[in-house]
């Protein structure tokens, strides 16, 4: 028995490294799902058929639930993916919080088969907290994300705020060192669950300073935590199956942000500048003469659901034989990789859709950039403006094309209100107006004629 | 009993294994590798099995069956959202 269970966690570490690597390329990437279904399956039944599994209607019901509610959230909207990762981000720590709490209980009833050394219960106590803190902590991101009514969207600060961060997340840590050293002492049981309930509090107070804009950053990031509780499960459980499924999936933001300065928080100040309108009918036009043109989106293009609506604009424009390419920022919109799920969705190729350090040589020889509700990945204050929050960060480079066309929801200052100087460069011309409905007026523009 | 060195050493071996498998993958699919590896981290049903279906106090069997579920939702929403979303992607 135990040697089945041992070469089945070989077998389903050795699916989910495939599953991850065929994720290289979209021509394998489907291939990668297939592999990691299977070695899920394979670690499932492998615990289940252990002899001393016995409450099999337990676990048949607790899986049945899970299709029941896991379907429907596969059916989402695309643009709904963000809310949607971060509350499996949420579940996730759920889960690890919840079986590190009955581990712990278990072993204090005396009903726990290994010893409780001090490294298995410093491992339990770091699941616990990882846990419950991404739990919480990814439900407000999911709340703000989804933009639920009584979870501020703006970000909240206080005066000390990072003082009572720090604070509540030390009590816990300490709390945790107290039980690994003296795991049966009779306060062990109390401070455990302290140890959970500010675990709770912490995640809460971790998400509630961060906006909108900061999101991919902060799913990022929960996404470590969860696979770390799992890792940390893995050293409670003795299980190496779970340390290396965590530990390769924790990679995962220091791929992604290795390349980011830090930034540092301040106001910009500058002269005002006035921005410019254009009108469609002269946005068309330019569009028209254009011989090259590079649509830069946002999540301005995710909220008005404005995808279709650019495919149709690619559609008109790539019939005039101008070339059409999508820079992709890294962070742009809600999470990693949001923009081109939207575009793939509506049915762009994605040999158009070109990553931000390949577009930018190419940028001062484009005669047209549209900027489509993006707004910090293009400020050229990223550059040099140290006070600006968001200084170090690399931008695509549309201020260096040779006109710009920005859509723009409201004439109201971005997120954090941060002027962006782009809009009132001397090539920029905006457009005011919902993504969706500017875009709808463009494309009419060239199909009723009202272009020649 | 677990040896802390080895585990210790697989953790750090697994880390190097996934910034070198995850480095790789292709930018244009980082949202689908977000869910993917929500559903991989779910691998913690494991441990949600154990505790819901041995022979444990109901208190505990029923924190087990919680965190079942979550895995489950987890296992199930991650893989099928990911490959609807991979679906999408077309060259031309």
Redesign the interface.
């Known amino acids: 028995m135990h040697l089945v269970g041992e070469l089945s966690a070989v077998l389903a570490t050795a699916l989910f490294i495939f599953a991850l690597y065929w994720m290289n390329d979209p021509k394998t990437a489907r291939r990668g799902v297939i592999a990691g279904v299977v070695g899920m399956t394979v670690a499932v039944l492998a615990t289940w058929i252990q002899p001393e599994i016995i409450h099999h209607a337990w676990i048949v019901g607790a899986i049945a639930l899970g299709f029941v509610v896991g379907v429907p959230l596969s059916r989402v909207p695309l643009t709904a993916v963000p809310q949607r990762t971060a509350l499996s981000h949420a579940f996730g720590g759920l889960a690890a919080g919840l079986v590190g709490t009955a581990e712990y209980f278990l072993w204090r009833g005396g009903s726990a088969t290994a010893e409780m050394t001090h490294f298995r219960m410093s491992a339990l106590a770091a699941e616990v907290i990882l846990g419950f803190l991404t739990f919480t902590g990814s439900l407000m991101a999911a709340g703000k994300l989804q933009e639920v009514r009584w979870i501020p969207q703006r970000p909240v600060t206080y005066p000390g705020q990072n003082f009572v961060n720090i604070g509540v997340l030390a009590i816990a840590v300490g709390l945790g060192v107290a039980v690994a050293v003296h795991p049966g002492a009779p306060w062990a049981q109390q401070a455990f669950l302290v140890i959970a309930a500010l675990a709770l509090i912490f995640g809460v107070l971790l998400i509630i300073p961060i906006g909108g804009a900061d999101m991919p950053t902060v799913i990022s990031i929960l996404n470590a935590y969860a696979g770390l509780s799992a890792v940390a499960m893995g050293f409670v459980l003795d299980s190496k199956l779970l340390v290396t499924a965590g530990a390769m999936n924790r990679s995962f933001t220091n791929v992604l942000f290795g390349a980011f300065g830090k930034a540092q928080p301040a106001l910009a100040a500058g002269e005002q500048k006035e921005w410019k309108q254009e009108t469609v009918e002269g946005a068309a036009q330019l569009l028209e003469q254009a011989r090259n043109v590079v649509i830069i989106p946002g999540y301005g293009m995710a909220v008005a659901q404005a995808q279709h609506k650019v495919r149709e604009l690619y559609d008109a424009l790539t019939k005039r034989g101008i070339i059409v390419k999508f820079a992709i920022h890294p962070v742009a919109g809600r999470m990693p990789g949001h923009m081109n799920v939207l575009l793939a969705e509506a049915n762009i190729p994605y040999s158009a859709l070109v990553e931000m350090d390949e577009i930018n040589p190419e940028m001062p020889q484009t005669d047209v950039a549209l900027v489509l509700g993006a707004n910090d990945v293009v400020n050229p204050a990223a550059r040099y403006n140290k006070g600006t929050p968001i200084y170090g960060m690399p931008i695509i480079d549309a201020d260096k094309a040779k006109t710009v066309l920005a859509v723009k929801r409201s004439k109201k200052p971005g997120f954090a209100g941060i002027d962006n100087e782009l809009y009132v460069q001397d090539n920029t011309w905006m457009l005011f107006g919902d993504a969706k409905a500017v875009l709808s007026d463009l494309v009419k523009q060239f199909g009723s004629g009202g272009i020649h | ?2 040896d ?1 060195g080895s ?1 210790l050493f ?2 750090v071996l ?2 190097f ?3 070198g ?37 109901l ?3 029923i ?30």
């Open positions: 009993m677990s802390f585990m697989v953790f697994a880390t294994i996934g910034l498998v995850i480095r790789r993958v292709s930018r244009l699919l980082y949202t689908p590798l977000m869910s993917l590896t929500n559903a991989i981290s779910a691998i913690a049903v494991v441990g949600s099995i154990v505790v819901t279906g041995a022979d444990h106090p208190t505990i069997r924190l087990g069956a919680v965190a079942l579920f979550a895995s489950m939702t987890n296992i199930v929403s991650g893989f099928m959202i990911t490959d609807r979303m991979l679906k999408m992607f077309k060259k031309q």
